[in-house]
């Protein structure tokens, strides 16, 4: 398997939404010492705000349609970068 930059970004992805998805189901189940309840937040306010919002606008907006038009424009294959 070649080693594209869109696999890197994928498995990246699939990396940050697994690590997320592992830290919520932690805090479900077990209780966060009071010293540690505002780092937890802002730990969780990254993964929400910064590293899964931003996965979802690449996959799912207009960045990566524009990148595979460009990629077009150029007569070259989505993936062959």
């Known amino acids: 398997m070649k080693i594209t930059k869109e696999n890197i970004q994928l498995i990246l992805s699939i990396m940050m939404v697994a690590f997320s998805f ?10 966060v010492p009071e010293g540690n309840k505002e780092l937890v937040s802002a730990a969780s306010g990254f993964f929400l705000g910064t590293g899964l919002a931003l996965i979802y606008q690449y996959y799912f ?8 038009k ?12």
């Open 61 to 68: 907006g207009s960045s990566k349609g524009s990148a595979d």
């Open 70 to 81: 460009t990629n077009m424009m150029n007569n070259t294959p989505p993936d062959a970068k």
């Open 22 to 31: 592992t830290w919520f189901t932690l805090l479900l189940f077990h209780d």
